[in-house]
């Protein structure tokens, strides 16, 4: 699944970027709102898990933010007592961009943020506390990303950060820090 989602991310960034690159868009003083995937996958986690989302971005020639919710499905994890406990988690996170334009229509980024990360815990298999549960953690991202404008109202949006987050006090020697990579469409107003 993880080689499918990169395949197609791939293709989307090729086409847009040669569709794009004979354009002359520049995107600046603007804010706008779109939607994003994206596949979020710990280290401690037994298989990674698909995103999708909504985001609001404002962007300067130079500096940006960005405010984003994002829903994410399941994600196991084996407990030292060998029972398994699901994740679910709601993201509200914001990001401080930093731009540096290349051409008229691609500016890579720097990025870096907080967020409040809602997370939901289905525990099965004779766990201490069974049952579910919920807590909010915060944590913290860095990544890079780069914008392609594919008109002069609207911009693709491709990124890769890298989530630091701690796990749940139930099980502390597992990990929810981990690699995001997240694709969005963001239309300017």
Excluded: C, W
Excluded at 88 to 117: C, D, H, M, R
Aim: no cysteine; proline share 3%.
């Amino acid at each position: 699944m993880k080689k499918f989602v990169t395949f197609i991310t791939l293709i989307a960034v090729t086409a847009l970027f040669g569709q794009a690159y004979a354009q002359n868009y520049m995107i600046e003083d603007e804010s706008g709102i779109g939607p994003k995937v994206g596949f979020y996958k710990a280290p401690d986690a037994d298989n990674g898990t698909m995103f999708i989302g909504i985001q609001s971005r404002t962007k300067g020639k130079y500096v940006g933010a960005e405010f984003s919710l994002e829903y994410r499905g399941e994600q196991s994890y084996t407990t030292a007592g060998g029972s398994e406990v699901t994740i679910k988690q709601v993201p509200v996170t914001g990001s401080l961009l930093l731009f540096a334009p290349l051409a008229e229509n691609f500016a890579p980024y720097g990025l870096a943020g907080l967020g409040a990360y809602y997370t939901f815990y289905d525990y099965e298999g004779g766990f201490v506390s069974p049952g579910d549960d919920a807590e909010v953690k915060i944590g913290y991202h860095v990544g890079l990303g780069a914008d392609i404008a594919i008109s002069e109202t609207a911009a693709f949006n491709i990124d890769y950060r890298y989530l630091y987050l701690d796990g749940s006090e139930d099980f502390s020697d597992k990990e929810f820090s981990g690699n995001v990579i997240s694709v969005g469409l963001t239309f300017y107003f």
